[in-house]
């Protein structure tokens, strides 16, 4: 890792965040966050299917490994990527995210250094599938994906400073609340599982919006 980050200039730093960038990003994404385990697990499928290259490195204290290794053994290391092809971003790591608030130092970080689209995040929940967005923008990729308007009861730690500073920081937030689906699970932290069926369904809805 020390190597790989001789490429990378440190770009920006707070007290919960530190940001290196590879070059300066001129072209357009729709950022999909792979922050939380339905986000995590999405971004790993279109990672594993298409071309991207690593442009910004985030690593904060927030972070920590996957619990994939032996007790005794130290983990190594693993940033959060920002990871772009021609068209779409995707913000993800093999880490388990401890607390959310360096997203906001992200957020506002992304909307001075990399144009966006959209910036898009999923969550899952026992409830019909449903859209929250702040512009008429956002309202146009929801009917693109045929989900109606709306959103739970609840916020989690990735949700809440996305749409409560989307306006403020001038980027087009794009929450998907998607109805949990039994099936093969394919990822588990705490009590969030995501499910095959979780990810194949979130695929159907990014090809109808954004023909990835």
């Known amino acids: ?20 960038k590879k070059r300066k ?8 966050l792979g922050l939380n385990p339905m986000g995590q697990a999405l971004c790993r ?19 920590s490994t996957w619990n994939r290794y032996p007790a005794d053994v130290k983990p190594p290391v693993v940033p959060v990527h920002a ?8 913000i993800f790591g093999d880490v388990f995210v401890k607390d959310y608030e360096w997203v906001t130092d992200m957020l506002f970080y992304l909307s001075e250094h990399v144009p966006m689209r959209f910036v898009i ?29 709306g959103h739970p009861e609840f916020y989690d730690g990735l949700v809440a400073p996305l749409i409560s500073i989307g306006n403020v920081i001038d980027i087009d937030p794009v929450v998907l609340y998607l109805e949990s689906t039994p099936d093969e699970i394919v990822l588990q932290v705490d009590d969030v ?4 069926a979780d990810i194949d369904g979130a695929m159907i809805l990014l090809e109808k919006g954004l023909r990835i």
């Open 83 to 90: 990871m772009a092809d021609d068209e779409t971003m995707l």
């Open 25 to 32: 990003i001129t072209d357009t994404y729709t950022v999909i």
């Open 121 to 149: 995040a999923l969550s899952l929940y026992d409830g019909p599938t449903c859209g929250q967005v702040l512009t008429q923008k956002g309202e146009r990729l929801l009917k693109r994906m045929e989900i109606p308007r």
């Open 1 to 20: 890792m020390v190597r790989a980050m001789k490429s990378y200039e440190q770009e920006w730093i707070s007290p919960i965040l530190e940001v290196y």
């Open 45 to 63: 499928r279109l990672y594993e299917r298409n071309r991207y290259e690593t442009i910004l490195v985030f690593n904060s204290p927030s972070f």
């Open 193 to 196: 599982t995501v499910t095959q």
